[in-house]
C-alpha cells in the first residue's frame, strides 16, 4: 500500500511543504514536517521539498514497457463533417512536442465522409491520418468511437494522445483511458515533453483555478490528456507538407451502441454558445436591470462579440443561464473579455481568467477585477458604454 | 428503479484566498462541503424516484469525515447512504476513483441508474462519471442538462454540447453526469435531517469490495501530481482614469485596434 513518509534525519524544518498542502494537512512541530493521516498522498509536498525529506512509496507491480510506445496522436472531432477548429490547434502542439523528441504526429480522424480533411490534417502538422469511414460515424457516439480509437492506439502504440476538451473529448477519453488501463489528465492548458524521462509533463489549472497542477503518467502508456481549446496555436496550412493517408476499417461489432442520438437541436439563430467567441461582453449586477443588457447587446453586435454574464444577474433573472461565466457556469477564453459591473469574486474569476485580454469597466476602484484585468476603467458604464458605441459607430462611417 | 448517486467531499474553493506576500494558498479554515454539482445529481435521482417509486442510495469515496456529505445528501432526501473508506484508497486519481467506485455499485447488485455530478470542484476533471461507465462496461450520456424520461428500461435525455442539444437514448443500467441546467436542488427537510442523524452508515474497506491494493489509490493511479504552483496573476494591468468622454476614446482604441491598425 502506497505510504507517505518524513525523513527525520533529512527534514530540515524549512516549513516549505506546509503551504504546498492544497489540503492543508502538513504541519511543523519540533522543526519537523509532520503530516497527518488526512493526507490524501496527492504529491505536491514531495515535489516542494528541497531536501528530499517527503517520500511517498507507491507499489507498482505490473510495469508496462513504455519504449514500445512513439508518436503523438490527435483525435480529431467533427460535426456534420466539418473539423473543429480545436483539432487544428492540437495538431500544431503535436507538431510542437513531435519535434521536440522527433516522433510522429498521427491523426484518427473518424467520420461518414472524409472529404478533403485527410489532406488538411496533414498540411496542419499531421504525419499520418487514420481514417474510419462509416455512416454511423456521422455524429460522435460514445461506445463506436471508444472501440475504434481504443484498438487505433493498440495497434499503432503512440506515446501521447490528445483530444480537445470539448464534450465530445471528455466524454471519450476517459472511457478509453480506462479501457486501457492509462492515465488522463483534464482540461491541460500546457503540454511539455521532459528531455530526460520523455514524460509529458501535463500542467492544468485546477481547485477552480486557485493553483496550477503539473502532472505526469510515468509507468503506462499512452499518456492521454485532454486540451483546453483555444489555449494551444494551429500552425499555418503547409499545402507543401507531405503525409500519409491509412484507412482504419471498423472490425465486426465496432459500431454496436447502447445509446442513439434521436436528434440534435442545433441553437437557435442569436442563441449563441459563449464558449466559442472571439470577444465576450459581459455583464454583472452593476448593469442594474434587463432592459440594460441591451448596452451590452448594442456593443457586442457592433463587435461581433457575444453576451457573457455573471452569476448574480443570471440569478437576478436578467439574462439566461446559458450566458453565465465562472465556476457553476461556462469557462471561456476569448481573444478579449468585457466585464462590465462584474466584481470579479473568484467564481467568476475561474471562468475567464485564462482570457488573453480582459478589459473591466466598473466604478469601484477597490474591485477585484481590477487586481487580475489587463486593462481596467475605473467608471460609470452607463456613462462609458453608450460613449465607446457612440465612437465606433463614428470611426467605422 | 435504484439509483446510485456519487458525490464527494471537497474544500470549498470559494473560501481558498492567495496570500498576497507569499504567492501561495492560504486554506487554514477552508470548510469542506458537498460538491455543489453533486447537489443537481442528487435532485435529479430524487425526482425520478418520487415519480417512479424505488429507493436513491448515495455514495461517497473517502477519508471516514466524508461521511458528513452523505448525511447532507440524506437530509435532502436520500434513502440509503454507503462510505466508501480504506487507507488503502487514499490518493486515487480518476482511474483508481472510478474503478473503486464501480466495484462498490457491482456489490450493492441492483442498480439501474448511476447518477455522478459533471465535475468535482477540486479537481475539476469531470472524468469519474465516464470512467465508472467504462468500468461497469455501461453505456453513459455526459453533460445532461435534461431527463426527458426514464421508461421501458431506457433513459432518455439531452446532452448540452458545443452549438447545440443532442437528444439520446440509452439503454437502462447506464450512468449519467448531470450539468446545472437539469434542475433546482431541494433544500434539507426537517424529517430528511432527523434520519440523517439516526441513519447507520455502513462502511465498505477494500476487502468488502474484493478489490487489489495495486488497483486501488496511489498505487492503482497510473497519473500523479508532480508540482503544483500558483498561478500568475496580471497585477501589472493597465488603469485608465478620466472623463466618461476620455475613457470611452481609450476603450474604443482598444476594441478597434487591429481594425483600425
Ligand atoms: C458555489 C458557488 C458557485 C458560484 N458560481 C458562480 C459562477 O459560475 N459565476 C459567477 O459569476 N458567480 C458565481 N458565484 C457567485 C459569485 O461569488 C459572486 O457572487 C458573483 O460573481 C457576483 O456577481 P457580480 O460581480 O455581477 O456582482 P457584484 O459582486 O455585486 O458586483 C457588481 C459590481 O458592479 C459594479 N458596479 C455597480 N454599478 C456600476 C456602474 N453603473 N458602472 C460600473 N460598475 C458598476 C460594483 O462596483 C461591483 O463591483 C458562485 C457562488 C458560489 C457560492
Ligand atoms: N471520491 C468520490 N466519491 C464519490 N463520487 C465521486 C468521487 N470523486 C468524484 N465523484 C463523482 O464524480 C463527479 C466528477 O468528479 P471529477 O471527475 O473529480 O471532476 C463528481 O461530481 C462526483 O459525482
Known amino acids: 500500500m502506497a505510504s507517505i513518509e518524513v525523513r527525520k534525519d533529512t527534514c530540515v524544518g524549512c516549513g516549505a511543504c506546509v503551504p504546498a498542502c492544497p489540503y492543508g494537512v502538513i504541519s511543523m512541530e519540533d522543526g519537523l514536517a509532520i503530516i497527518s493521516d488526512e493526507c ?51 495538431l500544431g502542439e503535436a507538431r510542437r512536442l513531435a519535434d521536440s523528441c522527433g516522433q510522429e504526429v498521427l491523426a484518427a480522424l473518424l467520420t461518414s465522409d472524409c472529404g478533403d480533411w485527410p ?26 468511437f471508444t472501440q475504434i480509437v481504443s484498438r487505433m492506439i493498440e495497434e499503432m502504440r503512440p506515446a501521447v494522445v490528445l483530444a480537445a476538451a470539448t464534450t ?116 454583472g449586477r452593476g448593469v442594474k436591470d434587463s432592459t440594460n443588457f441591451a448596452l451590452l447587446e448594442e456593443l457586442a453586435g457592433l463587435l461581433d462579440a457575444s453576451v457573457g454574464a455573471s452569476r448574480a444577474s443570471v440569478d437576478a433573472g436578467w439574462i439566461p443561464y446559458p450566458h453565465q461565466v465562472g465556476q457553476t457556469g461556462k ?34 476602484e477597490t474591485a477585484p477585477i481590477f487586481e487580475f484585468c489587463h486593462e481596467g476603467f475605473i467608471g460609470d458604464l452607463f456613462e462609458i458604454l453608450p460613449l465607446v458605441i457612440k465612437e465606433i459607430k463614428k470611426r467605422r462611417s | 428503479m435504484r439509483i446510485a448517486v456519487a458525490v464527494k467531499q471537497v474544500p470549498d474553493t470559494a473560501e481558498v484566498r492567495i496570500d498576497p506576500e507569499r504567492g501561495t494558498l492560504i486554506r487554514e479554515g477552508v470548510p469542506s462541503i458537498l460538491n455543489p454539482f453533486d447537489e443537481y445529481a442528487l435532485e435529479e435521482a430524487f425526482r425520478w424516484r418520487d415519480e417512479l417509486g424505488g429507493t436513491v442510495v448515495v455514495i461517497t469515496m473517502g477519508p471516514p469525515w466524508a461521511e458528513s456529505v452523505l448525511r447532507e445528501a440524506v437530509a435532502m432526501g436520500a434513502d440509503e447512504a454507503l462510505l466508501i473508506s480504506d487507507r488503502a484508497f487514499a490518493g486515487a486519481d480518476t482511474w ?5 467506485l464501480a466495484a462498490a455499485v457491482t456489490k450493492l447488485g441492483d442498480v439501474d441508474l448511476v447518477i455522478t455530478g459533471k465535475q468535482a470542484i477540486d479537481g475539476d476533471t469531470a472524468q469519474t462519471g465516464p470512467s465508472i461507465a467504462a468500468s461497469l462496461d455501461w453505456p453513459q450520456i455526459t453533460f445532461v442538462g435534461k431527463v426527458r424520461s426514464i421508461e421501458d428500461g431506457h433513459i432518455l435525455a439531452e446532452r448540452y454540447v458545443e452549438g447545440g442539444i443532442e437528444v439520446v437514448r440509452s439503454s437502462l443500467p447506464a450512468v449519467v453526469t448531470i450539468l446545472k441546467d437539469a434542475n433546482t436542488p431541494r433544500l434539507p427537510s426537517l424529517r430528511g435531517k432527523m434520519k440523517a442523524r439516526k441513519l447507520e452508515i455502513p462502511t465498505w474497506g477494500i476487502d468488502d469490495l474484493g478489490l ?29 482614469r478620466g472623463t466618461p468622454e476620455e475613457l470611452a476614446a481609450v476603450l474604443a482604441d482598444l476594441l478597434l485596434g487591429e481594425e483600425e491598425s
Open chain 2, 212 to 240: 487489489d491494493p495495486a488497483e486501488t489509490g496511489l498505487d492503482g493511479s497510473p497519473t500523479r501530481v508532480v508540482t503544483i504552483s500558483t498561478p500568475e496573476t496580471s497585477s501589472d494591468g493597465e488603469m485608465h
Open chain 1, 40 to 90: 490524501y498522498l496527492c504529491g505536491a509536498c514531495e515535489s516542494s521539498c528541497s531536501f528530499g525529506a517527503i517520500i511517498i512509496r507507491q507499489d507498482k507491480s505490473e510495469k508496462v514497457d513504455i519504449s514500445e510506445y512513439s508518436g503523438i496522436m490527435v483525435l480529431a472531432e467533427q460535426r456534420d463533417r466539418v473539423v473543429d477548429h480545436s483539432t487544428l490547434e492540437l
Open chain 2, 96 to 100: 483508481a476513483t472510478s474503478h473503486t
Open chain 1, 331 to 364: 469557462t471561456v477564453n476569448p481573444k478579449t473579455y468585457i466585464a462590465c459591473g462584474i466584481s470579479g469574486a473568484i467564481q467568476h474569476r475561474v471562468g475567464m481568467q485564462s482570457s488573453d485580454r480582459i478589459i473591466a469597466i466598473n466604478k469601484d
Open chain 1, 168 to 283: 465530445t473529448g471528455r466524454d471519450l477519453m476517459p472511457r478509453i483511458a480506462k479501457n486501457l488501463n492509462t492515465g488522463l489528465t483534464a482540461d491541460c492548458t500546457e503540454l511539455v515533453i521532459d528531455g530526460e524521462s520523455g514524460n509529458l509533463m501535463q500542467t492544468r489549472p485546477a481547485f477552480g483555478g486557485n493553483i496550477m497542477a503539473t502532472i505526469v503518467c510515468a509507468d503506462t502508456r499512452p499518456q492521454m490528456a485532454t486540451v483546453r481549446p483555444r489555449v494551444m496555436k494551429a500552425l499555418e496550412p503547409d499545402p507543401a507538407r507531405a503525409g500519409e493517408v491509412v484507412e482504419f476499417p471498423a472490425a465486426h461489432g465496432e459500431l454496436d451502441s447502447r445509446t442513439e442520438i434521436l436528434e440534435f437541436l442545433p441553437l437557435e439563430e442569436g442563441e449563441v454558445d459563449i464558449t466559442e467567441s472571439d470577444i465576450i461582453v459581459s455583464g
Open chain 1, 119 to 144: 489532406a488538411r490534417l496533414v498540411e496542419h502538422g499531421a504525419d499520418r491520418v487514420l481514417v474510419t469511414s462509416a455512416a454511423e460515424l456521422t455524429h460522435f457516439r460514445t461506445e463506436p
